[in-house]
């Protein structure tokens, strides 16, 4: 792949992934920068570092606070946040103005390509159902999460936006993280496992053992390879790329995992600091200990992403820096300029998994929304 | 509470808790020995340190391989094992030689107060359920752990006893894990919470608010308070002293835990080899970091609980060594002699909480029972 030259500054460098490049000048995305912990003026930096690796960024926010930004980037005032509210789903319908449905909008009226949301997935979610609506023949919209974990990311899904799952949303799930994995990760043919409590087919609940028996019976088409069932203990362990599970197990091992990150490394810190002859020990390891905390970044994954939908969202964690902010956007772009709407769709066609008769309402769904980032 | 005396080593007050001591000549424990890691003597050596703590001990296994033990512990022979097998709850039924039945039927008899046993939780729970049965007005066994939290112990439940559960299975979870913190881990007035995708009441799926309004709306007649749902990162942060979720999801928790664990303690140390002056680092933050190291340990919490039963089981885990299997009969023999089943029993009845028609059979149970370890 090819490389975008002598003017990419190292953290550029180290955004653009191989593959990154490409393409990249066709996609607009729509960033919604309301609700970062660091304020509008943080997200529009990264926008200004993603713009500067090829992004075409349309920046939705407070454009006083944001100020003058250089070419590539769009900035259309929207200084109306949804992102704090206690039901992002009731606010999303009823604040047209906000930043965040502005951002919808200028996405579903093919303004924009994809979504880039700092004010949290709620808003993300709420904003994209009511107004990108979900991609044809996709029953939920899923949350995914590339996970922090060394060498080779593992993405798990669904991690919050449905509490509840049937067999046929986790088949879709499957189906639109291997897309996702595909195309924005450069994953060639996808490991796909269902979360459970054992690996024999027979380990899980009723929904699990009957997703397992789909998945492994009618087969992807190609799309994926259906490695089985995969215990918490392996989630980290490489065994899939792809991870399927209903969105409060998921939000529960991905909340778990960061939980046990911040105690254990808290602990080790805590050890450092426990004697004369620790913290000359601590000091000497630490800029090995910091390579360890930087493969663990979660900023580098660019955040969650929000499948299912006509265009893909992304939404970066609140409390990221810039860097994470560009990266949101240049997965949001690679997503959009390498079709991974077009693609899943194309993939459930063929597996025959697309819902036939397309029903239920957008208010139905949102009832169902997590309140709360 | 008064300590042992004089006699007892490091090894023995470290595992004696206090108020462990207290009427510990009563109840004789029954234990498996076959399945651990390190062989039915390992088993046995942790019985003798029990013993010498002042635990009576009932030992099932190979009376070869365990050869003379001092007075406290009485060997049976038992040499035939179902620990390795595929399906334990076949094994358990098809085998009255088989040690875990032979202690779990001592149990059943009366011969001995409560079960411990080296062989997995699939031949624990099969044997038991088989042989001990459920007590009265109890719907599904459940598997809590002690988290090896710092500090403060948390305990979840279920970890996989049975993969589906409904709410008057989780209602129940509640009383039988806040009795087991209040007796065992004395715990004066356990909080109580539900592991779910958020804080609020709303959050979850169908089970968890139904779950929630349950255990908010009747009340636990003081046997514990209820603190709401619980968030996966919270679990570790002490909001909880009992945590009540599906086994599926316990599972999912508890291995994705020790995954998390291992993979950080791993990237910890190999950054501590990884130059010259690291390798000094790490050798100078050693000694400190085995203290986080033992604060961790699983061996000091005995291993996982098989509450719902008549009497108590206890399941260490197979790699254990002596110390771990010494705690586990020091737990059981305090869960037997302060009446853990008959205080979860009261609780249940005050609040109203038992099954009121026993009904289902032990084979139907036994069709969901974990295949293996």
Request: glycine share 12%; charged share 20%; with cysteine.
């Amino acid at each position: 792949m090819a490389s975008r030259g002598a003017s990419s500054s190292p953290v550029e460098r180290e955004l653009v992934r191989p593959g990154d490049t490409e393409n990249l000048s066709e996609p607009v995305i729509a960033v919604d920068c309301n609700g970062a912990d660091l304020g509008p003026a943080e997200v529009a930096a990264g926008a200004v570092i993603a713009a500067k690796a090829g992004a075409r960024v349309m920046l939705f926010g407070p454009a006083q606070e944001i100020g003058e930004l250089p070419t590539g980037v769009e900035v259309v005032d929207a200084p109306v946040s949804i992102a704090k509210s206690a039901d992002p789903a009731a606010a999303a319908r009823a604040t047209p103005e906000a930043s965040i449905v502005k951002a919808a909008r200028a996405v579903a009226d093919g303004r924009a390509q994809a979504l880039v949301c700092a004010g949290g997935t709620g808003a993300a979610l709420a904003a994209g159902l009511f107004n990108i609506k979900r991609a044809h023949g996709i029953y939920r919209p899923a949350l995914a999460i590339s996970l922090p974990v060394p060498k080779r990311p593992v993405t798990l899904l669904d991690v919050g936006a449905n509490a509840e799952a049937r067999r046929e949303h986790l088949v879709q799930f499957a189906f639109m993280g291997a897309a996702f994995a595909k195309t924005v990760l450069g994953v060639e043919r996808p490991r796909v496992g269902l979360l459970s409590n054992g690996e024999e087919a027979t380990r899980g609940n009723a929904l699990i053992m009957e997703t397992h028996v789909e998945l492994a019976g009618t087969g992807s088409g190609g799309a994926f390879e259906f490695v089985g069932n995969v215990e918490g203990g392996d989630l980290l362990e490489g065994v899939a790329d792809v991870i399927v599970t209903d969105g409060m197990t998921g939000n529960i091992a991905l909340k778990l995992m960061e939980g046990v990150s911040r105690t254990l490394l808290g602990a080790v810190r805590d050890a450092a600091m426990s004697s004369t002859r620790a913290k000359l020990g601590g000091a000497l390891l630490r800029p090995a200990l910091r390579e360890v905390r930087g493969e663990l970044d979660p900023e580098g994954h660019g955040g969650a992403y929000l499948l299912g939908l006509r265009s893909l969202g992304v939404v970066p964690h609140g409390r990221f820096t810039r860097r994470g902010f560009a990266q949101a956007i240049l997965r949001a772009q690679r997503g959009a300029s390498e079709d991974l709407v077009g693609r899943t769709q194309i993939a459930l066609e063929q597996a025959g998994a697309l819902r036939s008769r397309v029903g239920g309402s957008s208010s139905a769904l949102a009832a169902s929304l997590p309140q709360a980032r």
